[in-house]
């Protein structure tokens, strides 16, 4: 058990409740808190979800049994829904919400705005891996930050032991191979985006008869006292499309590690493994910096046939302990005090006591009529009763006093929310829109003479920045540990002439305001709505890229001074392990060269590691980006661009050569088709 000397805060215990049954079975297993869809915006659009009066009553239910409920609505958003977002917001909080996630930005600003009084909670969507970005979305109104699977237990430490918001991590479930938030795979190729729930999990398919993108489910039962001791504030379990057994039987058993402060026996493991599970096996590998090969696995007929084999969950058993007063006074109104053992109480009244003309009512009578609490999730701790002499009341009106009593205290408290104005308006923004060309290449020797007069500024990743042009990218994703060496690169860059950097990140820009750069938002700050933009562009960031996912009539209405992707391969996926591995082409942490993914279409993925942190080469040379098969080109529909207001446009460079940067440079100079494929947007 905790000892109480150490002073030691137990962590919340979160679990998913992807339908009704769910909830009750999350309850029954012991969460202290839930997290659920309502009827749009959760990143978990194939889950049963919450209607408006099923969310009310799962509310009333979970909060009966001191249980919060946190509401998934972390998609990304556009213009067009945006008032939709905010009045579900705002319903939300009035039926009853403890915290809404979110992982848009503009969503955020919003509800700041309009609900002040709802607590926001940012998603592991908008890539929080940082103390920075902990501070930033403080900064924004977040009271908790999701953090990326991906971060080793050190990092995890330093975040909570600094960060001035709660921290939440992920300890049980399925693993995206992408780091989350930035991956674009089933949205480019299929047309279903993860970033706005509807994920087809290309990870999970064979690539080359393999399966290099298809990771176990995590497990960290065995290191659930260390992970207390590293402040985290609430620990989640992954699942909401996972059957009501499954959410059972994993919230039960973290219950008790958490409880006895314990890490998970092998026979614990193995029934965990049972439940679900990728060959029957389980990773801790992210947490225990242990990156590789085994961290891979699929889910099998054996696999499948374990979970079978469980038992139904039965529906939810658990009672809650009341205790009840009834005070039964002549020529006044019955009154029932209901009080749970949290204290607290709401009293209620009835018909009015009157002088029995024959038998009057006994304490007996009373205490049995009101203590009849069948099928509610109550049992009576104590009863009490306060009785005149002479009275009578029926026992009908005692039923009635009884069942007023129980819904009056089980109807959660109103939060006291504002009203929504009739129309919501858009974020302002000074910004103008600005006719510029915009590149990034993956390294210096890939930029060809033709480029610098072409375009207005170029950016080249900051670990290989060599003085060629004026801008540096940042690294999409910089741990605690790894600042130090972005720092000493980013004084190199100035020295050697840098005058722009582009930020990858949220956690990215206070840090980067200190040098005096010209600031760019680049594409993985997944800006989709013209409040994201207002945001950025009101916020020290000149020009702000938008997502990939952004189509062109989406474009025009976002005002501000925006860059929109015309050229280049978007990157699918950023993993934290290395992909090249599992493709022979990286041993002891050095990678050689590029590889290439092939689906069962025969569409190949190029995959490229990202330079590598210096002062850690083989720890940080895992990272890897997988992108497109085929490369957005807009070099001949320029009528289009004007006709849609679109001025800025941002062109990148991948895994072209110099040569071939340098024909669509003239291809686009000239208004050309395109002689190979492309993606059409």
């Known amino acids: 058990m905790i000892n109480n000397n150490e002073k030691i805060k137990r962590p919340e215990l979160l679990s998913p409740a992807g339908s009704p049954e769910a909830l009750e079975a999350a309850i029954e297993g012991g969460a202290d808190a839930v997290y659920l869809g309502l009827s749009a915006f959760g990143a978990r659009a194939y889950a049963k979800n919450f209607d408006d009066t099923a969310f009310r009553e799962a509310a009333s239910l979970a909060h009966a049994y001191g249980v919060k409920v946190y509401i998934t609505l972390n998609t990304l958003i556009y213009d067009r829904e945006r008032t939709d977002w905010l009045r579900l917001a705002h319903r939300a909080a009035e039926d009853g919400a403890d915290a809404v996630i979110t992982a848009d930005i503009g969503a955020a600003t919003l509800a700041r705005k309009y609900i002040p009084q709802l607590p926001l909670h940012v998603s592991t969507q908008a890539t929080g891996h940082n103390v920075e970005a902990a501070r930033f979305f403080e900064s924004l109104g977040f009271t908790r930050m999701v953090i990326a699977r991906e971060?080793?237990?050190?990092?995890?430490?330093?975040?909570?032991?600094?960060?001035p918001i709660e921290i939440e991590q992920f300890v049980h479930g399925a693993l995206c191979v992408s780091v989350s938030g930035q991956c674009l795979m089933s949205s480019v190729i299929g047309g279903r985006s993860g970033n706005r729930g509807e994920c087809a999990q290309p990870c999970r398919l064979p690539y080359g008869g393999k399966y290099p993108l298809s990771l176990k489910d995590l497990s960290l039962a065995e290191h659930i006292p260390e992970i207390i001791r590293s402040g985290v504030a609430s620990l989640k379990i992954e699942g909401r499309m996972k059957a009501p057994e499954y959410v059972y039987g994993v919230t039960s058993l973290y219950r008790k590690l958490i409880d006895d402060d314990r890490s998970a026996t092998q026979d614990e493991v193995r029934e965990l493994a049972d439940l679900f599970s990728r060959g029957g096996k389980f990773t801790d590998g992210y947490y225990t910096g242990k990156i590789g090969h085994a961290m891979l696995g699929v889910r099998g007929d054996d696999d499948k046939e374990r979970s079978r084999g469980k038992s139904d969950f039965p529906g939810l058993t658990r009672k809650i302990d009341i205790d009840m007063t009834a005070v039964l006074k002549l020529g006044c109104p019955a009154a029932l005090t209901v009080k749970g053992v949290d204290g607290r109480a709401v009293t209620v009244?009835?018909?009015e006591c009157q002088m029995a003309r024959t038998a009057p009512i006994d304490k007996e009578t009373v205490l049995r009529s009101v203590s009849k609490l069948g099928n509610t999730p109550y049992r009576l701790r104590n009863g009490e009763v306060q009785l005149d002499s002479g009275v009578m009341l029926p026992v009908s009106a005692l039923n009635a006093l009884r069942r007023d009593g129980i819904e009056a205290f089980s109807t959660p408290e109103r939060k006291e929310i504002s009203p929504l104005p009739t129309k919501i308006e858009f974020s302002d923004t000074d910004s103008v829109k600005r006719k510029e060309n915009v590149a990034v290449f993956a390294s210096p020797g890939g930029i060809p003479q033709s480029a610098h007069s072409f375009f207005d500024m170029i950016f080249l990743p900051l670990l290989s920045y060599d003085g060629s042009v004026k801008g540096v990218i940042m690294p999409p994703v910089i741990f605690p540990g790894e600042w130090d060496t972005v720092e000493a690169n980013l004084v190199r860059a100035k020295e050697l002439g840098a005058e722009a950097v582009m930020i990858?990140?949220?956690?990215?820009?206070?840090?980067?305001?200190?040098?005096?750069?010209?600031?760019?938002?680049?594409?993985?700050?997944?800006?989709?709505?013209?409040?994201?933009?207002?945001?950025?562009l009101s916020s020290g960031v000149s020009a702000v890229s938008l997502s990939y996912e952004v189509k062109l009539p989406q474009a025009r209405d976002i005002k501000g001074r925006t860059l929109v992707p015309v050229y280049g391969r978007s990157t699918l996926m950023l993993t934290e392990k290395c992909v090249l591995r599992e493709l022979g082409g990286c041993s002891n942490g050095k990678c050689s060269g590029k590889g290439e993914l092939r689906d069962r279409m025969g569409a190949k993925f190029p995959v490229v590691p990202l330079p590598p942190f210096p002062k850690n080469p083989t720890d940080h040379n895992h990272r890897s980006e997988i992108f497109n098969s085929l490369p957005t080109y807009m070099g001949d529909r320029g009528d289009e661009l004007r006709r849609y207001g679109i001025e800025g446009k941002l062109f990148v460079f991948t895994v072209e050569g110099k040569n071939e940067a340098a024909d669509i440079i003239e291809m686009y100079k000239n208004g050309s088709a395109a002689p190979f494929p492309v993606r059409r947007i």
């Not at 949220?506 to 945001?535: H, M, W």
């Open 151 to 163: 971060l080793p237990r050190d990092e995890i430490k330093t975040i909570c032991r600094e960060s």
């Open 504 to 536: 990858e990140n949220p956690s990215q820009l206070e840090r980067i305001k200190k040098y005096g750069f010209e600031i760019y938002g680049g594409t993985r700050l997944n800006v989709t709505s013209s409040d994201s933009a207002a945001f950025w």
């Open 349 to 351: 009244t009835g018909a």
